[in-house]
């Protein structure tokens, strides 16, 4: 099942080019009342969400893909856990580059660990990326991203994938400079998720996913997931062990070599096997006010 958010956080389901508007489902969402939850409601009760939306499916209004502004498929993720230089070529690729390290030693993933994102960075494709530090490089790095659906720690590999609930497709983007990784990747907008919710029954080989990026038309980033260094079940046995993961947790499972600068301006497609194609505009970022 492929399930977007949209528009005034309308719920959908894809199908094909066009969204049916489940959004009754979400009557499924249990209520709250503060202190709120730390975790995504709509991941942690997914599969009674998917009964409603199964059952309401038929009858629901259709409308084009094209004519809705989609968010991020996530409103709350708990936290963003990324996955540096965790493709070689592009390991090797930040060693060789100082624009990327900025002097600082690149160091392999089981040394570096995984790192956190802001989740006031979160948007999605409708959205955009707004560019700010006009004056550095900002790099585009896109990423599976593997949505945590059930609580655990100290999770083994063996048991990872029964953790997932669903993928989707991730831009990791970078401010280049001296600054801490998680500093730098935190900025307003600075993860993309979408174009939907993939659930994770529709993933038959997350391991062995194709995956790339133009801009503005021009190919800059293309490889497959079975060149990961530490693949999906690593990455959440290794990151458990430092923290508890909850429903709605993202996973950014790291990106290939390639990446590169974008401007306002540019348009990025970014496009992973199975899940889908998401277009993210580039703009300059408003002053505050």
């Known amino acids: ?38 975790f995504d409601l709509l991941v942690a009760s997914l599969p009674a969400v998917r009964r409603r939306v199964e059952a309401l499916a038929g009858q629901a209004p259709r409308r ?4 809705i502004r989609l968010l991020s498929p ?6 963003i856990m ?8 592009h390991l090797e690729e930040a060693r060789g580059d100082p624009a990327i390290h900025h002097q600082k030693q690149v160091s392999d993933i089981q040394q570096a660990g995984v790192f956190l994102k802001a989740t006031s960075s979160v948007v999605g494709p ?7 530090h006009l004056d550095r490089r900002n790099d585009h790095e896109v990423e599976l991203a593997a949505i945590i659906g ?56 997350p391991g062995e996913l ?29 990151a458990s062990s430092f923290y508890s993961l ?17 401007k306002p301006g540019d348009r990025m497609i970014a496009e992973i096997q199975g899940i889908g194609r998401m277009e993210v505009a580039v703009r300059a970022a408003a002053a505050a006010g």
């Open 64 to 67: 084009p893909l094209s004519g």
């Open 150 to 205: 059930k609580s655990g720690r100290n999770i083994p590999r063996a048991r990872a994938y029964d953790h997932i609930a669903a993928y989707c497709i991730g831009l990791d983007m970078s401010v280049r400079g001296p600054e801490e990784r998680s500093l730098r990747k935190s900025v307003d907008s600075y993860t993309v998720l979408g174009p939907w919710l993939v659930t994770a029954d529709e993933i038959g080989k």
């Open 82 to 89: 990324g996955a540096p230089v965790n493709y070689r070529k």
């Open 126 to 132: 409708g959205e955009g990326v707004a560019i700010r």
């Open 74 to 79: 996530l409103a709350n993720p708990g936290k």
């Open 246 to 262: 909850h429903p709605g947790d993202v996973l950014l499972t790291g990106t290939p070599e390639g990446v590169g600068p974008v």
């Open 210 to 238: 194709d995956l790339r990026l133009s801009v503005n038309g021009e190919l800059r980033q293309q490889a497959n997931t079975r060149e990961l260094i530490l693949g999906i079940p690593e990455l959440i046995e290794l």
């Open 1 to 38: 099942m492929q399930l977007c958010r949209y528009d005034d956080n309308r719920l959908g389901l894809i199908e094909g080019d066009s969204v049916r508007d489940v959004s009754p489902a979400l009557d499924e969402l249990p209520q709250q009342r503060y202190p709120l939850p730390r």
